[in-house]
């Protein structure tokens, strides 16, 4: 599975961005798509979830603020983030996990990442 991510950039306090993450490759199927980020010096950590059927959990830190959509048809996930403190900046990685025809085993794929800034 091929994981494309746009939509990052910088962005002031209070600001919006929409990031999204589209899959591709010899899917069979995918499960849950997620978002994590990694700030600097920093663990990475779970931003938000989405099962198959639509149910999505938010990490404390951002409940209310952001939100997951999710169009299984085209494989892409999205991450809508409003009221952006500078405490969001990170580089965000899209997961998905899923099979695909050359790995039937169903396991996690990652993103290369998207830079969100949040200047003050």
């Known amino acids: 599975v091929q994981l494309v991510e746009s939509g990052g950039g910088l962005v002031q306090l209070g600001g919006s961005l929409r990031l999204s993450c589209a899959a591709s490759?010899?899917?069979?199927?995918?499960?849950?798509m997620a978002w994590y980020r990694q700030a600097p010096g920093k663990q990475r950590e779970l931003v938000a979830r989405?099962?198959?059927?639509?149910?999505?959990t938010y990490a404390d830190s951002v409940k209310g603020r952001f939100t997951i959509p999710r169009d299984s048809a085209k494989n892409t996930v999205y991450l809508q983030m409003n009221s952006l403190p500078p405490e969001d900046t990170a580089v965000y990685f899209c997961?998905?996990?899923?099979?695909?025809?050359?790995?039937?085993?169903?396991?996690?794929?990652w993103g290369q990442g998207t830079q969100v800034t949040v200047s003050s």
């Open positions: 989405i099962t198959t059927s639509a149910s999505s």
């Open positions: 997961n998905v996990y899923g099979r695909t025809w050359d790995n039937v085993t169903a396991r996690d794929y």
């Open positions: 490759g010899s899917i069979v199927s995918i499960s849950t």
